[in-house]
């Protein structure tokens, strides 16, 4: 039984395409945002199951995670497990020194907005972590100063 429930997880989302992505409007407590930075993708093979951005807005920085509606109308089994603002030292940093925001997601829930986080003076990136059932995918946007 469990085989054959990874099979059909994983033959759904293989056969996810580009369409289902989606806009955010606000973040929670705030009205108005504006993306920074490129969007990061969550997938596999080419596919592309949910997208993670950075936001500004109301004096604060924000991560955002959203899986596409190709996913969440087909019934795959995910979890966008965590999302949070890292914290560089710079765009050439190898890795952050520092996390802020965080916030777990629930079963097939598909947005996640980390807390809002007062690092817009700070070089950030929004990173998240998407647990297919059987896998668990990372994704960033880049770095923003």
Known sequence: M?????IAAAALLLGVVWSGQAQAESAP???????????GYIGD??????????????GKNWAYIYTWDSVHGGGAPYTPEMIIIEKWGSVDS??????????????????LWSSG??????????YAEWN???MTYRARTDIRC
């Open 2 to 6: 469990k085989r054959t429930t990874f």
């Open 29 to 39: 407590g705030c009205t108005r945002v504006t993306q920074i930075g490129k969007t």
């Open 45 to 58: 093979h080419g596919q592309k199951w949910a997208s993670v951005k950075q936001f500004k807005g109301c």
């Open 94 to 111: 190898r890795e952050p020194y520092g996390h802020a925001g965080q916030k777990s997601g629930r079963y097939r829930q598909q947005e």
């Open 117 to 126: 986080t007062d690092t817009l003076d700070t070089c950030t990136s929004a």
């Open 132 to 134: 297919s059932g059987a």
